[in-house]
């Protein structure tokens, strides 16, 4: 009777640990990255001194990291918008910066015909980013989300 109570023991820890063992060797499901976009609101007839729309995304990349290589596009309701001009890393803020171009978000008539109100937008892409002396590099994906309005006067 022992025996059987043993083995049962020992079959039960087994099965529970090629369960854990499914978890941990298995990759781990994306998620999005929590994003700010700035300005939050986009004024399509706006004049102003600013060139580019950022994307800050929260990131520890590590001290003396820098950007070399990037492919990164902005969506708007899952429509796309542009390509990123820039990306930057900042270590003292642990964030990334994503930048586009103000004017073609302005001039674009898909970006038109969703003003008059806050739609999703979405930073997707990937970039690559060395230490200081490039001797380590990484490749990293990004899918960060955030929601921004977007108004032209005299539209509602």
């Not at 976009?37 to 580019?52: R, T, V, Y």
């Not at 070399?68 to 930057?88: E, H, M, P, R, S």
Request: overall charge negative.
């Amino acid at each position: 009777m022992l025996s059987k109570n043993i083995t049962a023991a020992c079959l039960t820890i087994a099965l529970v640990l090629a369960v854990m063992a499914v978890f941990v060797v298995s990759p781990a499901p994306c998620r999005a990255e929590a994003m700010t976009m700035s300005p939050f609101k986009i004024i399509l007839n706006a004049q102003g001194q600013w060139d580019d729309i950022q994307a800050i995304i929260g990131m520890n990349l590590g001290a003396c990291t820098v950007v070399t290589d990037f492919d990164v596009q902005l969506y708007f309701d899952g429509k796309l918008i542009t390509d990123a001009n820039a990306v930057w890393y900042c270590a003292i803020d642990d964030n990334l910066f994503v930048y586009f171009d103000r004017q073609t978000i302005q001039d674009s008539p898909v970006v038109a015909d969703l003003a008059g109100g806050v739609v999703q937008a979405e930073v997707k892409g990937w970039f690559t980013a060395e230490n200081w002396d490039g001797t380590d590099s990484i490749t990293r994906s990004i899918d960060a989300y955030d929601d921004v309005e977007i108004l032209k006067p005299g539209r509602k």
